[in-house]
Each structure stands twice: as structure tokens, then as C-alpha cells.
């Protein structure tokens, strides 16, 4: 079965933001890596929207983006939504029932699914279907905006499986849910 991971940037004080951190080339090569470990993306509608407006035309954008603009674009996605009728940039829809969906997709081979966002990563997580966890805190305060996990109905426990400081100060902190 292959892993679902999630990862997220977020503020010290919980804020998540996407206009509030800092990016730079080491936190995209970052991400590249990270899409790579993945054979397909999992988003809601707000991320793929957010995510095909800023990587899929080329240019517009710092030349150090370039590698992680062609990654995502590249990549097979699956887009959970009620509202989009059609979605292209190499994505389908994902429709009905969500965990049997995210189930099905985590049945297939291959080497891992990678979910960004908010919404949808709740309620990944309410269902339990996250297998891996990483938060990429920035050193910064931010004072507003949205939180990650607003609302869970109940804990999910984590265990720390690794950990990785940049040099802007911000840290990515791996977990794997406990059993």
C-alpha cells in the first residue's frame, strides 16, 4: 500500500498562510523532493486552483522555482471537489465517498500520494489516512489567519521520525502517526 504524506508550511504561531512564509530555493528544492517521493498529488479544489494559477504557465516567477514549477506540473493529481465540473493539468476529480476514494488510490502501486493544504488534510486526518505528517515551521509570528486542524474531533498522536533545520531558520519536523 502506498503512504500518504502531508506537508504543510506554517508560521510559529500556527498560522498556515501560503502569503505569510518566506520562500526561497532551499525550502522549493525542499518540495521538490518531496513530490518526488510521490507517484501522484492529492488537493482540494482551493490548493490545485491556487497551485495550477502559479506553477502551470511558465515564467512570471523567480528562475530557482523553475524545478519545482515542472515537477508539479508533471505530476499525476487528484482533485477532491463538489463544485469543479472539470479539472485538466494532467488532474481528474475525485467524487462520493472520500476515504473509500483516498483508499482505493492508496491500493494502487506505486511509491507514495502527497497531499498539501488544509481542509482536505482534516479531514484526511479525521479519517485517519495520513501516514506521514511534516510541518515546515518558519520563524516567524504571524498574528492571523488560518490554523491548521481547527476543530479535530479527536487527537492524533505522533511520533517525530525526523527533523531537518534550513539556513532561513525555519525546520521541518517529520511525524508518523502512533499506533
Known amino acids: 500500500m502506498r503512504p500518504l504524506r502531508y506537508s504543510i508550511n506554517v508560521s510559529l504561531d500556527g498560522c498556515c498562510d501560503h502569503q505569510a512564509m518566506a520562500a526561497d530555493e ?3 528544492r525542499h518540495a521538490v523532493e518531496n ?8 488537493f482540494g479544489r482551493v490548493t490545485y486552483e491556487m497551485m495550477e494559477s502559479a506553477f502551470r ?4 516567477r523567480p528562475e530557482w522555482t523553475e524545478p519545482f ?7 499525476r493529481k487528484y482533485v477532491v471537489s463538489t463544485t469543479l465540473d472539470q479539472v485538466d493539468w494532467n488532474a481528474e476529480l475525485v467524487r462520493g ?3 473509500a476514494a483516498v483508499r482505493r488510490l492508496k491500493e494502487e502501486p506505486g511509491d507514495g500520494l502527497f497531499v498539501g493544504g488544509v481542509t482536505l488534510p482534516m479531514e484526511l486526518a479525521e479519517l485517519g489516512l495520513i501516514d506521514e505528517y511534516e ?7 504571524v498574528g ?15 511520533r517525530l521520525v525526523s527533523r531537518f533545520e534550513f539556513s532561513s531558520g525555519a525546520v521541518a519536523m517529520s511525524y508518523e502517526p502512533r499506533t
Open 26 to 28: 532551499e525550502l522549493h
Open 35 to 42: 513530490l518526488a517521493r510521490a507517484d501522484a498529488l492529492l
Open 57 to 60: 504557465a511558465p515564467g512570471g
Open 69 to 75: 514549477a515542472r515537477t508539479i506540473s508533471a505530476a
Open 97 to 99: 465517498d472520500l476515504g
Open 135 to 141: 510541518f515546515v515551521v518558519h520563524p516567524r509570528i
Open 144 to 158: 492571523h489567519g488560518r490554523t491548521l486542524f481547527a476543530g479535530l474531533s479527536q487527537y492524533v498522536d505522533l
